[in-house]
């Protein structure tokens, strides 16, 4: 194995345990969107940030159903990773940590964790989905 290919696979390795060391601001009580970080893409704009966060949750419920018919566990572990990447985009640190215990599991041998990660990103996905509605009420995405 080649130097490159050696400090990336640590590289990997320290990401991950940096997420699970360490849990976002908004997992331990606080927002269910990481404004500030959604901010540094959007230049703070809310029209911007609304539009992103209405793309994410469009998607999340597609990703969710991934999840729950996948037949294989590489079946499983990409739509938990799909679902991870795009929450840690926009600031959803509730699902991006609930999608990278999924990623870490098996969703295919034990049914009941299945069952209980797929309820818990469901509920996660409707805490989001709420705030998101109160954040930008329909008035305020049209200014």
């Known amino acids: 194995m080649g130097p490159l290919r050696q400090r990336t696979i640590g590289l990997r390795r320290d990401s991950r345990l940096e997420v699970v060391s360490e849990p976002p601001a908004a997992v331990m009580g606080h927002e269910p969107i990481d404004r500030a970080h959604l901010g540094r893409y959007t230049l703070g704009s809310p029209l911007l940030e609304r539009e992103i966060l209405g793309l994410f949750l469009a998607q999340l419920p597609?990703?969710?159903?991934?999840?729950?018919?996948?037949?294989?566990?590489?079946?499983?572990?990409i739509a938990a990773h799909t679902i991870k990447g795009s929450a840690k985009a926009v600031g959803a640190a509730e699902i991006a940590v609930l999608?990278?215990?999924?990623?870490?599991?098996s969703g295919i041998a034990d049914?009941?964790?299945?069952?209980?990660?797929?309820?818990?990103?469901?509920?996660?996905?409707?805490?989001?989905?709420?705030?998101?509605?109160?954040a930008f009420p329909p008035e305020h995405a049209h200014s």
């Open 99 to 105: 999608a990278l215990e999924a990623e870490q599991t």
């Open 62 to 77: 597609l990703s969710i159903e991934q999840l729950r018919f996948a037949a294989t566990d590489r079946e499983w572990q």
């Open 111 to 134: 049914e009941e964790e299945r069952d209980r990660l797929l309820a818990r990103l469901e509920s996660a996905f409707e805490t989001v989905q709420s705030y998101v509605d109160e």
